[in-house]
T-cell receptor
Framework: GQNIDQPTEMTATEGAIVQINCTYQ??????LFWYQQHAGEAPTFLSY??LDGLEEKGRFSSFLSRSKGYSYLLLKELQMKDSASYLC??????????WGAGTKLIIKP | GAVVSQHPSWVICKSGTSVKIECRSL??????MFWYRQFPKQSLMLMAT?????????EQGVEKDKFLINHASLTLSTLTVTSAHPEDSSFYIC??????????????FGPGTRLTVT
């Protein structure tokens, strides 16, 4: 079966760095997305990785290792507004998006 | 670019009535639209995938006769919840893909519709 695992909840301090991991087992791979979702709102796009390596975009970076079936989202200089759920999703061989359950990130002052 | 709108943003209806939710891609042609449902503190659950001009593909466990999906044009898809019941109360989110930038498979999400059935 297809499976995406990410931690249910994480807590971090304002100004710090946090890494949210995602491991996947899917039938084929055509890319991995990270989305941010604030409570009561729709998800918004953060990043897309299809090749191995690190993609940096401001305070957010995303890393992919296809051989390990592993990705992480790195958030630097955390701000209170970063409190949200972070969703990992993989495009499988049929170009269907397989969603993780999301990681709820709590930022404390 | 790649803006998706949903209407209404929230709706309250009585049990047994039907509710229609519209999803529009405002500045691009959406070849595929997706409908999700999300219960409180749970992840997105894909209900169905629709391609313009063809019948929607429903996920296992989703009643196609209860959740009617129409994707009549490249910019509009509708979800009709027929004979709604309180257990259908949820946050319904549509997304659309078809923009050819980083990935033509990136999904752009609408703002969601909160449905409450009394």
């Amino acid at each position: 079966g297809q499976n995406i695992d990410q931690p249910t909840e994480m807590t971090a301090t304002e100004g710090a760095i946090v890494q949210i991991n995602c491991t996947y087992q899917t039938s084929g791979f055509n890319g991995l997305f990270w989305y941010q979702q604030h409570a009561g709102e729709a998800p918004t796009f953060l990043s897309y990785n299809v090749l191995d390596g690190l993609e940096e975009k401001g305070r957010f970076s995303s890393f992919l290792s296809r051989s390990k079936g592993y990705s992480y989202l790195l958030l630097k200089e955390l701000q209170m507004k970063d409190s949200a759920s972070y969703l990992c999703a993989v495009l499988d061989s049929n170009y269907q998006l397989i969603w993780g359950a999301g990681t709820k990130l709590i930022i404390k002052p | 670019g790649a803006v998706v709108s949903q209407h209404p943003s929230w709706v309250i209806c009585k049990s047994g009535t039907s509710v229609k939710i519209e999803c529009r891609s405002l500045d691009f042609q959406a070849t595929t639209m997706f409908w999700y449902r999300q219960f409180p503190k749970q992840s997105l659950m894909l209900m169905a995938t629709s391609n313009e001009g063809s019948k929607a593909t429903y996920e296992q466990g989703v009643e196609k006769d209860k959740f009617l999906i129409n994707h009549a044009s490249l910019t509009l898809s509708t979800l009709t919840v027929t004979s709604a019941h309180p257990e259908d109360s949820s946050f319904y989110i549509c997304s659309a893909s078809g923009v050819r930038d980083r990935s033509s498979y990136e999904q752009y999400f609408g703002p969601g519709t909160r449905l409450t059935v009394t």
